[in-house]
């Protein structure tokens, strides 16, 4: 529920804020990492839990995906290709893993 207010949050800054406040949000580095790390999370969890993808094969994957995009938007004039962006795309997945293990972890526990 947080990551979603999170993102409404950001939304609604980006598109209805003045230009000069909107710009001193957005020029934070931080904002661009949490977005990678926030968008590559959801997306794990999407691939996993919606589309029904093990683990094993989702997170090679989508770690295989990010490495694409970043060496895709560096052939791009208007982008450019990161590799923090890339190494936030990986926490993003990690952190799916994690919290999926961590609920597992606590589903068993409770189920004893």
């Not at 209805?16 to 580095?29: E, G, K």
């Amino acid at each position: 529920m947080t990551i979603v207010i999170v993102i409404t949050s950001l939304f609604f800054a980006h598109e209805f804020l003045p230009d000069t406040l909107r710009h001193r949000i957005f020029q934070f580095p931080a904002i661009d990492t949490l977005g990678h790390l926030t968008s590559f999370f959801i997306l794990t969890w999407v691939c996993h839990s919606i589309l029904k993808l093990s683990l094993a094969i989702c997170v090679p994957l989508l770690i295989f995906y990010g490495a694409f995009t970043e060496i895709g938007q560096s052939f791009l004039v208007y982008r450019s290709g990161e590799f923090g962006d890339f190494i936030a795309d990986i926490v993003g997945i990690s952190l799916f893993v994690v919290a999926k293990w961590l609920y597992l972890g606590l589903a068993k526990k409770t189920s004893h």
